[in-house]
């Protein structure tokens, strides 16, 4: 766990030379012995993993799970355990997602989630299956929810310090905000790459102002267009989570083979962790 650049740092220098090989004997581990499902510790045979590329952060699919998402759950679990999050029945989570796998599967391990996407127009026909929150505005009542997950969305938001104050709005005291994102981990400074333009339309490449070349990433709601990349987040991202009213934020390096959690170039994948 590091709370702040410094201490990263500090890490980084001692243990870079190491990473590409722990990389790598991760990977024999996972290909001999298989993983564990974070959640319910049921094996899963190295068989049924799905690896594409070299980008093992983004790959090692199961059942919907990415290494990065396996590394999320493992946290959550972590929080279970310690008794800092209602049980599992009781637990009211908020993902802004809902059309992934992923989910789906948080539908299946907890009653009480609720899901959206971001749907600003009024006629997209998606609205019939599935709720439109906009993060940086949304509509849920202050304190209303135990634990705030996102998965891959603050590089893609318009107007990140807004969409942190308002998770910190609707947790509860005590709540937890548990997010992964591409994080620049090498840099005290977010790399902000578009600015969004008063009165122009979120997400839009040619409304917003562009700073670098326009980035996109994949869109599982619309596929066909990608989501405009705003900015990679870095260590300024904890004072970002403190200001919003967010108290001791860190990122957690989460290493675990036997869970199938591994990162691209790094041996783990880097998860916020932060509380109301």
């Known amino acids: 766990m590091f709370t702040g650049f410094p201490a990263f740092q500090a890490h980084m220098q001692r243990s870079l030379p190491q990473w590409s090989a722990q990389v790598q004997q991760a990977l024999r581990l996972i290909a001999l012995n298989g993983i564990r499902d974070p959640i319910t510790q049921a094996p899963v045979p190295a068989t049924t993993l799905s690896v594409s590329g070299g980008n093992y952060r983004e790959s090692l699919v199961h059942n919907g799970c ?12 972590a929080l279970l355990d310690a008794g800092q999050i209602p049980p599992a029945e009781q637990l ?19 009653p009480h989630v609720l899901g959206s996407e971001y749907l600003p127009d009024l006629a997209d026909p998606q ?11 949304l509509t849920l009542p202050d304190g209303s ?9 603050f590089e893609h938001l318009y ?3 807004a969409a942190l104050a308002e998770i910190s709005r609707i947790l509860r005291p ?24 008063p009165g122009a339309t979120p997400g839009v490449a ?15 709601v619309h596929p066909e267009q990608g989501s405009l990349v705003y900015q990679i987040p870095a260590w300024d991202l904890l004072d970002q989570a403190r200001s919003a009213g967010l108290s001791d934020p860190a990122i957690h390096w ?23």
């Open 254 to 276: 989460i290493a675990a083979p036997s869970y199938g959690v591994l990162g691209q170039e790094i041996p783990a994948v880097m998860v916020l962790v932060a509380r109301r």
């Open 66 to 77: 990415l290494s990065r998402h396996r590394a999320v759950l493992l946290v959550l679990q």
């Open 206 to 220: 040619a409304e917003a102002e562009l700073l670098m070349e326009p980035e996109f990433h994949g869109d599982p």
């Open 127 to 137: 609205r019939q299956h599935f709720p439109h929150q906009d993060l940086c505005d």
């Open 174 to 197: 005590g709540g937890w905000l548990v997010s992964t994102c591409p994080f620049a981990y090498n840099r005290a400074d977010t790399i902000v790459k578009a600015r969004h333009r």
């Open 145 to 153: 929810v135990d634990v705030v997950l996102c998965n891959e969305l």
């Open 92 to 110: 009211e989570l908020y993902c802004p997602e809902a059309i992934t796998r992923f989910a789906a599967l948080l539908r299946q391990l907890f």
């Open 159 to 161: 107007d990140l310090p």
